[in-house]
């Protein structure tokens, strides 16, 4: 049976297009018609999923975001060598987030969805990510300006002073 509206030939024993997920019948597999739009296009049937496709990866991009942000602070209050070695990971993780909240909004508008989740994680992936270099910019300096103090210091009081 071919179908009409993508010209597909089908099994006489189907009742749907392999090809367009059209209906087939008797009725409609005669003439191919040129007009129409291909169920695969989601025009013709106008097919909504259920369930946002972006779901899962705006729930992770969120996560990863305000997990970096709550961690990310704490670490950059205790710094020191494993501190910056934490920020290095929330950097990072705070990058996957981004991504993961940019693929979960593509696939959601695809499919006519608000994906709220994955632009809310990706606006938190960003703070974290300028809280990060903000925090290891500061304790840069704070080590360099304080490490001269404290080296100065010792040199000091071992001539005597």
């Known amino acids: ?82 501190g910056i070695v934490f920020l290095a990971v929330f950097f990072v993780a705070s990058i996957i987030g981004i991504v993961m909240g940019k693929k979960g909004l593509k696939l959601s508008k695809e499919q006519g969805f608000n994906n709220s989740l994955a632009t809310l994680g990706i606006v938190l992936c960003i703070i974290s990510i300028v809280l990060i270099i903000a925090t290891t910019v500061f304790w840069l300096i704070y080590t360099l300006v304080a490490g001269g103090a404290v080296l100065t210091a010792g040199i000091l009081s071992g001539m005597g002073y």
């Open 1 to 82: 049976m071919i179908c009409k509206y993508c010209g597909y030939e089908n099994g006489d024993d189907v009742a749907f297009c392999g090809n367009c997920g059209a209906i087939l019948t008797e009725n409609n597999s005669s003439d191919i018609n040129d007009d129409a739009t291909c169920a695969n296009n989601a025009t013709y049937y106008n097919i909504k999923p259920e369930e946002d496709p972006g779901k899962s990866q705006g729930v992770i991009s969120f996560v990863l975001g305000l997990v970096s942000i709550v961690l990310s602070g704490t670490c950059g209050v205790c710094a020191g060598c494993y």
